[in-house]
Every structure is written in structure tokens, then in C-alpha cells.
């Protein structure tokens, strides 16, 4: 399996406060990935980095804010959470000429 | 923008019979990749298959599958033989040159025992 963690695994926080949520791996992989899940929508794309301080927008990006100082960890920021970023966060990573993705565990994040 | 549609929101089909589970997509690009993922009930995404655009023979991996049709845009995955730990969301994918992965609402398949 490959080395990818994600923390936490389950968070509840209160509207209007900021979650930051970290990805972990150990692959030295170059791209990586944020997704959210939800019923009925399937898994959407929320940033994604390809490099050291390169990131770009993917389709559900308002509302999110992403870092990557090392190749190893990318961070996802909420920076005032609400009701409906309530989701399941998935981290994902590939690595150029493999073209394939391989996901950590995810994150239930809930917001009341 | 590239899409991707799955049809079929849920399934059920007996065990150790043959389901197909339906794709379409649509790019203006001529190299990408194909995938479908797995997610049981753990939540785990799992890489079931994997089909590179520019090769015209179909993926295989053991019961599973593809039938690719590029000038159709379609990708369709057979599970043969289908087991009761097939139970899962089916997720298609889209890897576009940019390596941004897009991925359709998904396909819930039951099998019955």
C-alpha cells in the first residue's frame, strides 16, 4: 500500500472556526490531491498541488485554501468552516509517467 | 471541461453472475488515462483497473475487465463471476495530461448472495 496518511481522521468543529487538515506521504510522490465526498456527487476535486508551492484551483475550491512547503505534506485550510463543507475529505497522490492515483484513508469532517 | 457520467447510480446482480457497469466521458484531448476505483463500505479507495488511451487492447485484471471505445468516449468495466465482496461504489475516472483526476457520481453495485 502506499504511504499515504491522513490527520485527523474524524474532526467535529463549530461554524466559523478553522480546520486545517494534513496529508502525509512517504512515496516522494510529486502530485497530490484533495477531494471531498458527498452523496450523490461522487468525489470532487478541491485543490491540487503539482510541486513545491505549486497548487491550482480544482472545481469545488471556494470557501478552501491549500499549502505545500515540503513534498511530503499538503494541507487543506478551512478558514472559517460551515455547515456545508460537512464531507469526507480524501487525500490522493500520483507521480508523473505512473498515472495512476492511490488515496489515503480520509477525513470525516463534520461541521455544527 | 472534461466530465465524466456514470449512468447507472445502483445495481444488483447475483452472485457469480456477469455485471457491466457503464462510463462515458468526454475530452477534446487524445492522451489520457482511464480508471475505475473500488470504495467498500471501509471507505478505502481501491484501484480496481487502469486503460491508457493510446493502446487499443482492452485492460484486464483478473475478473475485471474494460471494453474502451475511445471514438464513443466510453468505458464501461465487467466484473465476472461476481463475488459477494464486490459489494461496493464504483467510482470511473478521467486523467487528463494536466494529471488533474475527475471523477463521475458513481455506480452503488449490491451483489446478492
Known amino acids: 500500500d502506499a504511504g499515504i496518511t491522513q490527520s485527523p481522521r474524524h474532526k467535529v468543529t463549530e461554524t466559523g472556526t478553522p480546520v486545517t487538515l494534513r496529508c502525509h506521504q512517504t512515496e516522494n510522490h510529486r502530485y497530490m490531491y484533495w477531494y471531498r465526498q458527498d452523496p450523490g456527487h461522487g468525489l470532487r476535486l478541491i485543490h491540487y498541488s503539482y510541486g513545491v508551492k505549486d497548487t491550482d484551483k480544482g ?54 | 471541461a472534461q466530465t465524466v457520467t456514470q449512468s447507472q447510480p445502483e445495481m444488483s446482480v447475483q452472485e457469480a453472475e456477469t455485471v457491466t ?40 485484471e483478473n475478473r475485471f475487465s474494460v471494453n474502451f471505445q475511445k471514438a464513443a468516449k466510453s468505458f464501461s468495466l465487467k466484473i465476472s463471476d461476481s463475488q459477494l465482496g464486490d459489494t461496493a461504489m464504483y467510482f470511473c475516472a478521467f486523467m487528463n495530461r494536466d494529471d488533474k483526476i475527475i471523477f463521475g457520481k458513481g455506480t452503488r453495485l449490491h451483489i446478492l448472495p
Not at chain 1, 470557501?63 to 475529505?89: H, I
Not at chain 1, 509517467?97 to 492511490?102: E, G, H, L, P, V
Not at chain 2, 489520457?32 to 484486464?60: C, D, G, H
Open chain 2, 21 to 60: 457497469l457503464s462510463c462515458t466521458y468526454d475530452t477534446s484531448e487524445s492522451n489520457y488515462y482511464l480508471f475505475w476505483y473500488k470504495q467498500p463500505p471501509s471507505r478505502q479507495m481501491i484501484l480496481v483497473i487502469r486503460q491508457e488511451a493510446y493502446k487499443q487492447q482492452n485492460a484486464t
Open chain 1, 59 to 112: 472545481e469545488v475550491s471556494d470557501g478552501y485554501s491549500v499549502s505545500r512547503s515540503k513534498t511530503e505534506d499538503f494541507l487543506l485550510t478551512l478558514e472559517s468552516a460551515t455547515s456545508s463543507q460537512t464531507s469526507v475529505y480524501f487525500c490522493a497522490i500520483s507521480e508523473i509517467d505512473d498515472s495512476k492515483a492511490f488515496f489515503g484513508q480520509g477525513t470525516r469532517l463534520t461541521v455544527v
